[in-house]
């Protein structure tokens, strides 16, 4: 009698250390979705701000500034249930500004355009790395919440389900390729 109820106790104990482990996992990957969630706004943001930098410039032609900056602009002012929207509209602008090489050897000649395309290069190749970080880490997180312990045991607690950050991340010709 005495063995079987350590048995059970032992069982419960294990069980318990279990779900607790699989519970600080969760919340592990709760913090790991939050980091990317932080990294990745502040990757749209840069590159909304180097976009509205380079519209108000003067190195590109009127009609040009005036679709990036309007699409910055909307990007950064963007409330989160549309900001999916207004980040694919700045890519779209931005590629149709710069699908050309044409336009962005005119920004290199500027005064102060090489370091402008540089930076506006840099911001729009590390908005799809966080945005795929930021979906990786959503999707670890989905496959455990989707286990039936997590869902019987509630271990997720009030968290809520994780949401990926779908968006047209496509960079322009002429700045995908530049180091």
């Known amino acids: 009698m005495t063995a079987t109820l350590i048995w059970i106790l032992v069982a419960l104990v294990v ?3 279990y779900l607790s482990w699989t519970a600080g996992r969760l919340d592990r990957l709760h913090a790991r979705i939050d980091a990317a969630r932080a990294a990745l706004d502040a990757q749209l943001l840069r ?4 976009t509205q930098e380079l519209a108000t410039s003067g190195v590109l032609d009127p009609a040009a500034s005036i679709v990036l900056y309007e699409a910055a602009h909307a990007a950064r002012q963007a409330d989160e249930e549309h900001r999916e929207v207004a980040e694919s509209e700045l890519s779209q602008a931005l590629r149709a500004v710069f699908g050309e090489p044409e336009q962005m050897e005119a920004v290199r000649e500027a005064p102060g355009g090489e370091e402008a395309a540089n930076e506006l290069a840099a911001a ?3 908005v799809p790395m966080a945005r795929r970080f930021h979906n990786d880490s959503v999707r670890a997180a989905r496959a455990l919440r989707r286990h039936r312990k997590v869902r019987w045991f509630r271990l997720a607690g009030h968290a809520p389900f994780p949401m990926a950050f779908e968006m047209d991340d496509e960079p322009p ?3 995908a390729d530049r180091p």
Not at 47 to 50: L, N, T, Y
């Open 15 to 17: 069980i318990g250390l």
């Open 47 to 50: 590159r909304a701000s180097v």
């Open 124 to 126: 729009v190749r590390r």
């Open 173 to 175: 010709t002429a700045l």
